[in-house]
């Protein structure tokens, strides 16, 4: 599997990006597709996760400004980042992974075998 993320820049404060993460080398029937940012000297963070039968969950620290989605058919993750602060500047990363884990543990980096390479958002 190998996982490409796009769409990150440079923004203003109260600005909006919009991430992808598109998908290929072959999805396995069942799989969890997430993002992920780390800040600079900063631990990976976990932020919202999808599993294929489109369970759902984002952290409740961005939920009221980030939104994740995916498009099945083109296996593209997408991550909207609205009314950004200096504080989401990061790289952000996509990750997945085919084994079952219960939700309590979709944030942590450890649940995950493939990541992307990471794209830079920088809100200033």
């Known amino acids: 599997v190998q996982l490409v993320e796009s769409g990150g820049g440079l923004v203003q404060p109260g600005g909006s990006l919009r991430l992808s993460c598109a998908a290929s080398?072959?999805?396995?029937?069942?799989?969890?597709i997430a993002w992920f940012r780390q800040p600079p000297g900063q631990e990976r963070e976990g932020l919202a996760a999808i599993e294929r039968d489109g369970d759902t969950r984002t952290k409740d620290s961005v939920k009221d400004r980030f939104t994740v989605s995916r498009d099945s058919a083109t296996n593209t993750l997408y991550l909207q980042m609205d009314s950004l602060k200096p504080e989401d500047t990061a790289t952000y990363f996509c990750?997945?992974?085919?084994?079952?884990?219960?939700?309590?543990?979709?944030?942590?980096?450890?649940?995950?075998?493939?990541w992307g390479q990471g794209t830079q958002v920088t809100v200033s």
């Open positions: 990750a997945a992974d085919s084994y079952y884990r219960a939700p309590g543990l979709w944030f942590l980096p450890k649940s995950y075998l493939w």
């Open positions: 080398g072959g999805m396995p029937s069942r799989y969890r």
